[in-house]
């Protein structure tokens, strides 16, 4: 598992260009913008990984201070998995604690672990995924380890643009 560290910079698409760079601090590479969503990859051949990202568009919440926040939906070919979805908080999650996420009135729960949540198995990313690709906004509620519930709002408009282009570029159909 990477650790990833997030920067904004500003651009022409909805306000915020979503750069993520890996621990070793080499650039992953963007693909291109779509919408609300970016797709990048990094890597060669077998090893290559591409994955999709967007920052809320809306957080809401009672807290003090909170760290990034975002949302990545990967493929690694040569790990035989693909539509992983992963959500981070800016925050630590309240032990053994849930995340639900709304998709047009289609409700997930994902696990928490520290600051991320996941969905239980690949059967539930791939359901994830194609919701994202049909739906128009995504909700996601949790609560942090001091007992704070944050609701995020995430647009989707461009995850299928964006998902397409990680699809393309890492051989994933």
């Avoid at 693909?31 to 990984?49: C, E, H, L, M, P």
């Avoid at 990545?72 to 959500?87: G, I, N």
């Avoid at 996420?101 to 928490?112: A, K, P």
Wanted: with cysteine; proline share 2%; net charge positive.
């Amino acid at each position: 598992m990477n650790s990833w560290l997030k920067v904004n910079i500003s651009g022409p698409v909805a306000g915020v260009l979503l750069l993520i760079l890996s621990v070793d601090g080499q650039a992953q590479t963007l693909i291109n913008n779509f919408g609300d969503w970016s797709a990048f990859f990094d890597g060669k051949g077998k090893a290559k990984t591409c994955y999709i990202a967007s920052l809320p568009k809306k957080e809401t919440g009672q807290y003090k201070s909170r760290g990034n926040t975002y949302i990545l939906v990967t493929h690694r070919p040569a790990e035989q998995s693909r539509d992983v979805f992963e959500l981070r908080a800016g925050y630590v999650y309240r032990k053994d604690s849930e995340v639900t996420v709304n998709i047009d009135g289609q409700v997930y729960r994902l696990f928490t672990d520290r600051g991320t949540a996941w969905a239980h198995d690949q059967k539930a990313d791939r359901s994830l995924a194609g919701m994202m690709i049909r739906g128009k906004s995504m909700v996601v509620t949790g609560f942090s380890g001091r007992g704070t519930k944050t609701i995020d709002t995430y647009s989707l408009s461009g995850f299928t643009a964006a998902y397409k282009a990680i699809g393309k570029a890492c051989g994933v159909k």
